[in-house]
């Protein structure tokens, strides 16, 4: 069993900054692919960002740019650092330990509980 906890999120003006961290139990996180997603109210939840075992990475392209995904697998730990915040970045943001090592397809295996993003205009 997997547990993911999320910290970070808070409420910002827009064009500020956040860093989301997200803690994983367990000795698999290292060997798998972790994501990003958000969901905003009355929207479904997307892949914002991830990364591969091997640190590769992909962005939404509503991202791209300002959002940069990273991983400690000493500290089983991977952030988003969020720059140029808008405020349709508002949202609920998870993070999910996704199926193997390559880049995030599908759901994840596990899901984190969820932090709250609020970016003000």
């Known amino acids: 069993q997997v547990q993911l906890v999320e910290s970070g999120g808070g409420l910002v003006q827009a064009g500020g900054s956040l860093r989301l961290s997200c803690a994983a139990s367990?000795?698999?996180?290292?060997?798998?692919?972790m994501g990003w997603y958000r969901q905003a109210p009355g929207k479904q939840r997307e892949l914002v960002a991830s990364?591969?075992?091997?640190?590769?990475?992909n962005y939404a392209d509503s991202v791209k740019g300002r959002f940069t995904i990273s991983r400690d697998n000493a500290r089983n730990t991977v952030y988003l650092h969020m720059n140029s915040l808008k405020p349709d970045d508002t949202a609920v943001y998870y993070c999910?330990?996704?199926?193997?090592?390559?880049?995030?397809?599908?759901?994840?295996?596990?899901w984190g509980q969820g932090t709250q993003v609020t970016v003000s205009s």
């Open positions: 999910g330990l996704c199926a193997g090592s390559g880049p995030c397809s599908g759901n994840p295996l596990y």
């Open positions: 990364i591969t075992s091997g640190r590769s990475t």
């Open positions: 367990g000795s698999i996180f290292s060997f798998n692919a």
